[in-house]
């Protein structure tokens, strides 16, 4: 079983920063992928963006290339998410994922473990 511990979420303008950080233990594969998601009331979870095992492939839903940065340090096991120039459409809680895959890249169905979410609200 695999926990994950989302934090670093917060009240903030448009325009300001955040880091996300989420927290890896338990049981996770020895070369695990992971990603972010969010989810608004009554909308989908959407993915926003994954990482491959070693950090060296990344991918961005469109609305955030450019403002948002993933990465990971394997030594900490937690995984990150920078967020800049954020919008009030970046409103929502932020989840981390785990895939037992070296690169589940952008498939939702290949993500096995969810942690609880930092929610996120941009203000005008």
């Known amino acids: 079983q695999v926990q994950l511990v989302e934090s670093g979420g917060g009240l903030v303008q448009a325009g300001a920063s955040l880091r996300l950080s989420c927290d890896a233990s338990?049981?996770?594969?020895?070369?695990?992928?992971a990603a972010w998601f969010r989810q608004t009331p009554g909308h989908e979870r959407e993915i926003v963006a994954s990482?491959?095992?070693?950090?060296?492939?990344?991918w961005y839903t469109d609305s955030v290339k450019g403002r948002f940065t993933i990465s990971r340090d394997n030594a900490k096991n937690t995984v990150y998410l920078q967020m800049k120039n954020l919008k009030p459409e970046d409103t929502a809680i932020y989840s981390c994922?785990?895939?037992?895959?070296?690169?589940?890249?952008?498939?939702?169905?290949?993500?096995?473990?969810w942690g609880q979410g930092t929610q996120v609200t941009v203000s005008p």
């Open positions: 338990g049981r996770t594969s020895s070369m695990w992928s």
């Open positions: 994922a785990h895939s037992g895959l070296p690169s589940a890249g952008a498939m939702p169905s290949l993500y096995d473990s």
């Open positions: 990482v491959s095992w070693d950090g060296g492939w990344t």
